[in-house]
């Protein structure tokens, strides 16, 4: 399935045009960016900037003057986490006012609904250095999921595990995408509009990114001209690589034929690399718990320098900062829970193809 294909194309184009009129039919501030989240969510932001920007902008300018964003927690928290991932500069003042009184963090806002709690779990991750309050907000909502999940089943169970596993702004997009429809659908407030724009999107972004795979496989440098000139740039990249590799290895090891085994194989046996834990534990003299407590305020760490750029207007430098982020995202998730790039039994496995006979017919 192919956006080339003309079948499709209209399809997509129809259903975009659908998704649009709900930002005209919506009055409600909370509706639009429960929309906008959605969006997000679902893989789509790339059709909807405009009336995205639109959204942001309003809320921003009338926030301050908004009794709806200072009353209630939730919106709040929404308007917070989509303000920060869109790049706009926004205090934590709002939450503040839900989250701190004397200089304390009420642990009383974080007992309330799940729903608050997760959404204020969210802005936590998007922090940058100095804003204690959102760090030990996150302390505060991890601890009461963890007592409240107790008593979830179904689907608010799944949901929170998902949202404690990884938050949504630590995580490669694309891998998260197929989770959400299949949360999304059984939603009460679900719009099924929008849900097939996404079953529709997801299987020819898929499709296109599996036809890709397929050329690059073939890795045959006789046939380099065909492919478009970004996947020229990758492959001659690789290309280069592997054979300078090759001949160094042949020079100095004086072997002949090692190019054919770099080509089945570029990847070391398992268990000769020492681990970052291992390495840890051996130098300081401390225990795995300990070791994985320091490597993981290591990583809090690094995703608040992270933010403080994602976070700052810089123009020209922006698509950089994006290309960064999105480098550690994937970082993260191969080694979530594990090496998930050398073992290749960790779960991590691409989305399929969304499968729906009555919709894609």
């Known amino acids: 399935m192919y956006i080339q294909n003309e079948e499709y194309g209209l399809r997509l184009d129809q259903q975009i045009q ?54 209630n927690i939730y919106l709040s928290s929404l308007c ?35 729903k608050d709690i997760l959404e204020i779990l969210e802005c936590s991750h998007l922090a940058v250095e100095g804003e204690n309050v959102l760090e030990k907000a996150k302390t505060l909502a991890l601890s009461s999921l963890n007592c409240a999940s107790e008593r979830m089943c179904g689907d608010l169970l799944e949901e929170v595990v998902h949202a404690v596993e990884l938050p949504s702004h630590w995580r490669v997009q694309w891998f998260d995408i197929k989770w959400y429809i299949n949360h999304y659908q059984k939603q009460h407030h679900m719009d099924a509009t929008l849900l097939n724009l996404a079953k529709l999107n997801f299987n020819i972004v898929q499709a296109k990114h599996q036809d890709e795979v397929k050329e690059l496989s073939r890795w045959d440098a006789k046939e380099v001209q065909q ?3 970004y996947m020229r740039i990758c492959f001659q990249a690789l290309n280069d690589i592997t054979n300078e590799t090759a001949s160094e290895i042949e020079r100095e090891k004086n072997l002949d034929l090692v190019l054919p085994h770099l080509k089945k ?29 320091h490597i993981k ?18 123009g020209s430098s922006r698509q950089f900062v994006s290309l960064a982020a999105n480098a550690a995202r994937v970082a993260h998730t191969l080694y979530q829970n594990g090496d998930g790039f050398g073992i290749q039994d960790r779960g991590l496995t691409s989305p399929l193809l969304w499968v729906d006979n009555k919709e894609q017919k």
């Open 18 to 71: 659908g998704v649009k009129g709900l930002f005209v039919e919506e009055k409600r501030d909370l509706a639009k960016l429960e929309l906008v989240d959605s969006i997000q969510k679902l893989g789509l932001a790339s059709h909807f900037q405009r009336e995205t920007k639109e959204v942001l902008d309003n809320i921003l300018t009338t926030q301050s003057s908004n009794s709806s964003v200072k009353e």
């Open 227 to 229: 492919l478009p000139e």
């Open 80 to 114: 917070f986490k989509l303000l920060r991932q869109h790049g706009y500069k926004v205090s934590t003042d709002t939450l503040s006012n839900f989250l701190v009184k004397n200089g304390k963090v009420l642990k009383k806002t974080l007992e309330g609904s799940v």
């Open 297 to 314: 305020c290591m990583i809090r760490n690094a995703w608040k320098k992270i933010n403080e750029e994602c976070f700052t207007d810089m």
């Open 265 to 293: 194989v570029a990847e070391r046996e398992r268990g000769d690399a020492a681990s970052s834990i291992m390495c840890y534990m051996k130098e300081m003299s401390v225990s795995e718990e300990e070791t994985r407590n």
